[in-house]
């Protein structure tokens, strides 16, 4: 794209970034997202899906939308992994940004059961959507929709998205990869006793990399910190957990 964005529209992506960095969960994540690319992209529905893979099928589940999605038909869709080509870029090795009229063209969309089940009754048309993968791990897709009165997506469209795809794949990467490292219930645990000792966010990411065995390169790849930042937050925590060193820090927290 020859033409780049006004400043001020790259200030707000700026900002944008920075208030999703402090998102706590998941959720939060999405909502923030969700109502902060408003501003820049129009779209009538917007919806965001955990993604996982399992024996190379594509798993969605979490649905975050700005319309319900308790109907039944938008779960056997959108949940159950029937929604046509999304697999084809959530499955890739890196996020990518893509348009639906990109992967089925209009004449041939409307004859789709997806498009008549659960698009056409909610008025929606054009969608434009990011598929969030990291070093081959599904994470997330996030889309937008509009309805057939509104114009397709356009190209300044997907090059914003294209601008915020990495911060949202380390965003999203953050959030739920501790969560596949050490499980649902020892990250339960974990949390509860960060929060005794008056760990930050961060601090209790740290925390749970190293109850999952993590070395400290691999926590600043995976938290996308420098090891300076590393050592910082390690000495915070062992000033608050009295440990002496990470055997200590382990035992503490199991």
């Not at 993968?133 to 009165?149: D, M, S, T, W, Y």
């Not at 109850?211 to 925590?237: D, P, V």
């Amino acid at each position: 794209m020859d033409s780049m964005l006004p400043e001020f529209e790259w200030q707000f992506l700026i900002q944008m970034v920075t208030r999703l960095a402090f998102c706590g969960t998941y959720s939060e994540t999405c909502n923030t997202f969700l109502q902060q690319i408003r501003a820049l992209i129009p779209f009538q529905n917007g919806v965001v899906f955990r993604a996982n893979s399992e024996n190379g099928r594509l798993i969605l589940s979490n649905p975050i939308s700005t319309e319900s999605l308790n109907d039944k038909t938008d779960h056997d869709f959108f949940i159950k992994g029937k929604y046509p080509h999304w697999d084809e870029f959530l499955l890739l090795s890196y996020s990518s940004v893509f348009r639906q009229s990109d992967i089925i063209r209009p004449g041939k969309w409307e004859k789709t059961r997806v498009y008549r089940d659960v698009w056409q009754p909610k008025g929606m048309y054009w969608g434009l959507f990011v598929s969030l993968v990291h070093k081959e791990i599904p994470l997330a897709i996030l889309g937008l929709q509009r309805n057939n009165a509104s114009n397709d997506f356009s190209e300044r469209d997907i090059y914003i998205m294209n601008a915020i795809k990495y911060p949202l794949e380390r965003k999203f990467f953050s959030l739920l990869e501790g969560n596949r490292l050490i499980g649902s219930a020892g990250a339960d645990r974990i949390m509860k006793a960060s929060a005794g000792f008056g760990l930050t966010k961060r601090e209790t990411e740290i925390v749970s990399l190293i109850c999952a065995g993590k070395g400290g390169e691999e926590m600043c790849k995976t938290l996308y910190i420098t090891q300076a930042t590393l050592s910082k937050h390690l000495s915070n925590i062992y000033a608050k957990t009295k440990a002496k060193n990470r055997t200590q820090l382990y035992a503490l927290f199991q």
